[in-house]
């Protein structure tokens, strides 16, 4: 076979390739062969491999680059942080300056996980403080990060550059000041050019964490902090931007009102990415035209978010930014079908639209009369007891007519028919990731009356690059089958409120070959089903199943099976057989030490 070795490697199509089993088998296999290229020129190519999947494969290729490609090795992603352990990173990789850590399950998003669940940062960033000193940034995902965590990240890395907290809990305003200007520590603070928090449970002691950055911070290139709810201290934000000459990213907590937001944009005419505060607020012509004049000097800005409230008499003055926009993010605004008809007319080369479903199908008509590149669309819902307004099925028709280069679609709906669904599989066959959410659980075809299997068996047979897909409405056995037969690409399948048997889960488990991550809700799945996926798990990243019918019992089976899998469960009383959550997910640690007393590791 020709082609270097990585082709080579690859080319065997292992299944199990980056599986925790099968790597020492593979390394023993390929120990002996020797590297066709010096160290040195290994390492200077390997700078080109960004990739942390194409980084896996090339250091299984035999010893010699296992070596070097450990060596050289400055990010590393780790999808669960309980899949290896904090010293064994450190031993492996001796020269990291990146870090990705996840923690808790996505279904912690949605209150599905007790608090004190675990995925404690802290045990992380002690290891990193004795042996990455030179450690630039941290990105952290459903972490447990306390006050305590973020002084230490403070006090130990003299390089450090980016913080970036996303759905972390366990910290408050006062650890942000710890990290933003400790006056002992204050070079730390001077490298610091990204401080992202989005969508964190932070307690809000106050809102003066801004006034300890120092007056030598002068690198910031981004700067998030839209998800904290406290009011923030105007005057220490404004000097902050002010002397942040290379500020891109902006994104403003609903405390900065329009005058105050006005005042930073003429101070930061550079920026790319943009977060307003609250957008209600009563202004005078005179302030109206200001504050368009403001948002006129932004001639690079892409990107616009916030507006987490919203008046429609302001926003016109976002107008002369729209010709240049490729990313709208209107998720926390509840504004009307006529508002942003008039808004996108103005948006002709928008790739990413996130919305409310408060615009309703005709909204979603002037959308795919307008935005015909459209790549990203996202529709929330509203929260409207006893309403039945939102989006249909003649929304996503319309979208599917006129975006054709749509990749990733996330659409909550009132209603849906399996023939709307055709027609969006044949008009976007790029799709990538479809997520499809009907508000009212087991909802069928609201005009034949039928399942929605064939819908989603329309997606799966025309989109042949789906990655991600999520299920809902009525479903039998036959839309299972079709994930199984013809989702051989897929890696994430969500499963809520959705199944007819132990076999559709069957068909999944032994036809998805590519799976990396199954999560399952409130659906009638049980032992059987759990059992068929034995061959599955280990190379799998993670499986959870919460509300099914999953048996104490099943699970040690499973956990005798393989015992290199870590098999967690929830109980909702010590005299029910049934389990209330199961998480498994591999690891070459064995047990966690740090289980709270509500889970039990089998």
């Not at 942080?81 to 450190?90: I, K, N």
């Not at 993010?329 to 942003?340: A, G, M, Q, W």
């Not at 409120?497 to 799976?515: K, Y």
């Amino acid at each position: 076979m020709r082609g270097t070795p990585v082709d080579r490697y690859k080319a065997r199509g292992d299944a199990k390739l980056f599986s925790v089993p099968s790597r020492q088998k593979h390394m023993k296999e390929n120990e002996e062969m020797p590297s066709p290229f010096p160290d040195d020129v290994l390492e200077h190519a390997l700078q080109f491999i960004t990739s942390h999947k194409d980084r896996n494969a090339v250091s299984q290729v035999c010893k010699a680059w296992h070596k070097v490609e450990s060596y050289c090795r400055q990010h590393v992603f780790i999808g669960n942080c309980y899949a290896v352990s904090p010293e064994r990173l450190v031993e492996r990789f001796p020269n990291i300056r990146s870090v990705t850590l996840k923690g808790k399950p996505r279904f912690a998003d949605f209150d599905l996980l007790p608090p004190d669940w675990g995925a404690h940062v802290l045990p992380w960033i002690t290891a990193f403080a004795d042996a990455y000193p030179f450690l630039e940034e941290l990105r952290l995902k459903r972490m447990t990060v306390s006050d305590e965590s973020l002084l230490l990240i403070g006090h130990s890395f003299s390089h450090f550059k980016s913080l970036i907290l996303i759905s972390c809990d366990g910290f408050s305003s006062d650890g942000l000041a710890m990290v933003t200007g400790n006056c002992k520590y204050v070079v730390i603070i001077e490298h610091l050019t990204q401080l992202d928090l989005t969508e964190n449970a932070v307690i809000d002691e106050s809102g003066t964490w801004l006034s300890n950055f120092p007056e030598t911070c002068t690198s910031l290139v981004s700067l998030n902090f839209e998800n904290l709810q406290s009011e923030v201290e105007f005057e220490a934000l404004e000097k902050l931007v002010s002397r942040s000459k290379a500020l891109r990213t902006l994104k403003l907590n609903r405390s900065i009102s329009l005058s105050q937001l006005q005042s930073l944009l003429f101070k930061a005419a550079q920026l790319t990415e943009l977060g307003t505060g609250s957008f209600f607020q009563e202004l005078t012509p005179a302030e109206h035209i200001s504050l368009q004049s403001a948002f006129g000097t932004l001639k690079e800005l892409r990107s616009l978010s916030g507006f987490w409230e919203v008046s429609a008499a302001q926003l016109p003055a976002i107008y002369p930014v729209c010709s240049n926009l490729l990313s709208l993010n209107l998720s926390y605004s509840p504004i009307s079908d006529l508002e942003l008809s008039e808004l996108v007319s103005h948006c002709h080369r928008l790739q990413r639209l996130w919305l409310m479903d408060s615009v309703e199908d005709k909204g979603l008509f002037a959308v795919a009369s307008t935005c015909k590149d459209l790549r990203d669309l996202r529709v929330y819902p509203m929260n409207r007891e006893g309403q039945r307004h939102g989006v249909s099925e003649e929304g996503l028709v319309s979208i599917s007519e006129g975006c054709p280069n749509l990749s990733s679609i996330l659409y909550f709906c009132v209603q849906m028919t399996n023939a709307a669904m055709v027609v969006m599989a044949k008009n976007c066959p790029l799709l990538v990731s479809f997520r499809l959410c009907i508000l009212e659980p087991y909802k069928r075809d609201h005009m034949t009356g039928d399942p929605m299997d064939d819908g989603f068996g329309a997606i799966l047979k025309h989109c042949k690059e789906l990655r991600r897909l999520a299920l809902s409405g009525l479903l039998t056995d036959k839309a299972f089958e079709y994930i199984g037969t013809y989702g051989k690409q897929l890696e994430r399948l969500s499963v809520a409120f959705a199944g007819e048997s132990d076999i559709g889960l069957q068909h999944v488990l032994r036809g998805c070959t590519n799976m990396r991550k199954l999560e399952i809700r409130d659906s009638p799945f049980g032992d059987m089903a759990l059992l068929s996926g034995v061959h599955r798990y280990e190379s799998m990243r993670s499986l959870w199943m919460s509300s099914c019918t999953v048996t104490l019992q099943g699970c040690n089976w499973l956990a005798r099976q393989k015992p290199r899998l870590n098999v967690e469960v929830i109980r909702k009383n010590d005299r029910d057989s049934l389990i209330e959550s199961l998480y498994v997910y591999r690891s070459v640690l064995g047990p966690r030490k740090d289980t709270p007393p509500f889970v039990v590791t089998l």
